[in-house]
């Protein structure tokens, strides 16, 4: 975990620990700290993981990087993403190591400790087939798909469409926010925004305040960039026309998109959003366009333009994610068996 930021991997913690107590253990949620600035700590952060001894412990489920290196002979890993600075974001020149040989240096002690983990480990389920994918393409280690259950599902009910689109969760330039400032520019003056949820910085804060003050988008768009309580979380959902949600190559279905789903509301993402996708199909449950601001506006403008089509998809949504029958108790005992 990074100190002061939660978000959709630390919920999917906290409601593991809550189903399993159900299901009749003990259990306990174990947060390692882990900073990845300055990217020269990382191994010494990778050293502390695997320094724990946990010996009055039946059994571990292993989730994030560096946690998962923790030692111990009956280690389950539900696999959430590796260091992905490390991997596809390395190629993709996306990577905070630095360049170099220093940076080759600390990739290939990543790689050699997670290939040892994943040797070592009982058994290995991903979040999802983008997770699955690429740690088979990296580490050629293979796993199972076993997708995170939708937390709270009785307050994601739907109701009355407010004519906004709405973009929710973590605030930061991977899951490019922005992006939707920038489409809706382009769109008719009908179309409304809302971004709600805590950035993970300040700067991406202000970068979401800045954009709307250049594009002059005030009286349009609406930025509730704090932590929100569930309750508010939700009421922005079942409110919402379309729920967008664009981050790049995600590793599972996320959050988001699972509520909106759930609430019976259209989704909107695009064609490089990874996990996302499993649920958001063009002209089905939603749309998908190019990442950028030109096809984005022209899916956020179609929200709009047929307002019962836009119901059948988000009906088309639900009865999607109800056809997976992803559930806790059965996640559980796939964890646990």
Known sequence: ?????????????????????????????LRIPFQWEPAMLIP???????????????????????AYLIPH????????????????????????????????????????????????????????????????HYNGFSSEVLRAPINDPEIFTGGRDEGYIFAGGRVNDAKRQHLLLEALALCPGT???????????PADAEKLRRVTERLGLQDRVRLDLRFLARS??????????????????????????????????????????GGVLGLAKNEKTGWVAEPDAKALADAMSNVYANAKRTREMGAAAKALWVQYGITWPATVQALLT
Not at 104 to 129: H, L, M, Q, T
Not at 251 to 270: D, G, N, Q, R, W
Request: proline residues 5%.
């Open 1 to 29: 975990m990074a100190p002061f930021v939660s978000g959709g991997a630390e919920a999917m913690a906290e409601h593991l620990k809550r189903n399993v107590a159900l299901a009749g253990h003990e259990v306990e949620v």
């Open 44 to 66: 010494s952060q990778m050293l502390m993981a695997r320094a724990f001894e946990l010996q009055n412990v039946d059994h571990v489920i292993a989730l994030k990087f560096p």
């Open 73 to 136: 002979a009956r280690k389950t890993l539900w696999l959430v993403h590796q260091y992905r600075q490390a991997y596809d974001l390395y190629d993709a020149q996306q990577s905070n190591l630095p360049p170099g040989e220093l940076g080759a240096d600390i990739r290939r002690v990543i790689k050699n400790a997670d290939d040892e983990c994943f040797r070592d480990a009982r058994r290995i389920f991903a979040i999802s087939d983008v997770t699955q994918k690429r740690l088979k």
């Open 191 to 201: 179309v409304r925004l809302v971004i709600a949820g805590p950035p993970d910085s």
């Open 232 to 273: 508010e979380y939700a009421a922005y959902i079942n409110g919402a026309s379309a729920v967008a949600s664009l981050p790049f190559d995600e590793e599972s279905f996320s959050y988001v998109a699972m509520e909106a789903a759930t609430a019976k509301k259209p989704l909107i993402s695009t064609t490089d959003s």
